[in-house]
Nanobody, 121 residues
Framework: VQLVESGGGSVQAGGSLRLSCAAS????????MGWFRQPPGKEREGVAR???????IYADSVKGRFTISKDNAKNALYLQMNSLKPEDTAMYYC????????????????WGQGTQVTVSS
């Protein structure tokens, strides 16, 4: 199982970026997936995730600005980020955990290497 993120970069506040996560070695249909981030000097935090039954859940700090989506045909996860703020600066990671029926099982145990997002004011 391998996850590879891309799409990070440097933008000015108010700009947009679209992160992609390409999965290989397994089908995203069988996994719940999410995006996490780790700001400089801080702990990793959840950004958005897709539950087993398809419901999307967002951190309060990104609601209304970020959109998570999954394309099972392409085995990919995306994060559309709009109205970016300097506080969104972080290393962004995608992660996966096993899906069982309409639920998700256990911890996220598959992680990508991360892609850096830097937002300047």
């Amino acid at each position: 199982v391998q996850l590879v993120e891309s799409g990070g970069g440097s933008v000015q506040a108010g700009g947009s970026l679209r992160l992609s996560c390409a999965a290989s070695g397994y089908s995203t249909t069988n996994y719940c997936m999410g995006w996490f981030r780790q700001p400089p000097g801080k702990e990793r935090e959840g950004v958005a995730r897709i539950e087993g039954y398809g419901k999307t859940i967002y951190a309060d700090s990104v609601k209304g600005r970020f959109t998570i989506s999954k394309d099972n045909a392409k085995n990919a996860l995306y994060l559309q980020m709009n109205s970016l703020k300097p506080e969104d600066t972080a290393m962004y990671y995608c992660a996966a955990r096993l899906r069982l029926g309409t639920g998700c099982v256990g911890e996220y145990n598959y992680w990508g290497q991360g892609t850096q997002v830097t937002v300047s004011s």
